[in-house]
């Protein structure tokens, strides 16, 4: 009775998965079953766990809020009281922060094959693209909590010089921290962007440092490249977003040469990168 009962069931659920007519068993979910892909939002919060859970993105983060600190604490005691602007110390914490965000999105990407994650990524998430869009996603919100962190530790020197009685201490805010907030996260994407190329850390920081400066000093030797080094020249084309008086602000020409050279320098590697990481055999 007992063995009637169970094959009836095996038919049953047979007849059900196969309801098709090919013969091809394709097992249905049952009820209850949640088979949903993980969200695009859950996604980038792995993300960024990812990155504050791994010893080394932790102390990069920690390193990038000393350095900010570190940079305001010299500006009030060397500088003198009439430069100790908001729009000053915001620029200034731009500079290191420039150098150490673009690392964070190098190991953002580089760590899941150095520690042997990807295996698991992509057998839990087999669309590719999906997890590197989480990781430009992850690489925004990072850029974004490293300016509210600059502009913090600005708005903190700016209130301890206003307590030596300086007037005009605040006139630029907005534009600077806007200025800010799209260098940051340009400098993030690019980090992501070459981390996907090389998929080796060592090797995507080396470039993504040494790159760009042998690109401004061609620029700079060579008078047939200065034009295109006004246009290519990431240290040029991103200074106006950060440097006062006029952080910020910038016209028509200086966004499209910034458009120019984040396509090059951001755009260019990241699709390359993509196309790479997608045909990659992860073993």
């Known amino acids: ?80 009281d009439a430069d100790q602007q908001f729009a000053n110390f915001l620029a200034l914490a731009q500079f290191p922060v420039g150098i150490l965000l673009p690392i964070l999105g190098i190991m953002l990407v580089t760590s899941e094959f150095s520690q042997r994650t990807a295996l698991t990524t992509f057998a839990l998430v087999p669309q590719r693209h999906r997890v590197v869009t989480a990781k430009l996603a992850a690489g925004v919100v990072a850029g974004l909590i490293s300016a509210l962190v600059t502009l913090g530790t600005a708005a903190a020197g700016t209130l301890i010089a206003s307590l030596s009685g300086a007037d005009d201490l ?53 008078s047939g490249l200065r034009t295109a080094a006004t246009w290519l020249d990431t240290g040029l084309t991103t ?15 200086q966004w499209a040469r910034l458009g120019v050279s984040v396509a090059a320098w951001v755009l260019v590697p990241l699709v390359a990168g993509l196309v790479r990481t997608i045909r990659r055999e992860v073993s």
């Open 239 to 253: 200074a106006p977003l950060i440097e006062p008086p006029d952080a910020g602000e910038l016209g028509a020409g």
């Open 1 to 80: 009775m007992t063995t009637d009962s169970t094959s009836t069931r095996t038919a049953a659920i047979t007849a059900r998965d196969t309801a098709d007519g090919s013969g091809t068993y394709r097992p249905t979910a049952e009820a209850g079953a949640d088979l949903s892909r993980p969200s695009l939002l859950r996604l980038t919060g792995v993300e960024l766990r990812k990155l504050a859970d791994t010893r080394a993105g932790y102390w990069l983060l920690i390193t990038i809020g000393l350095v900010s600190v570190a940079i305001v604490t010299v500006m009030l005691v060397f500088t003198p």
């Open 170 to 222: 605040w006139s630029a805010v907005l534009m600077p921290l806007l200025g800010a907030a799209v260098f940051q996260v340009v400098s993030v994407l690019m980090g992501i962007a070459f981390g996907l190329l090389f998929q080796n850390t060592p090797v995507a920081i080396v470039l993504s440092l040494v790159l760009p400066i042998a690109w401004s000093i061609l620029g700079e030797m060579i």
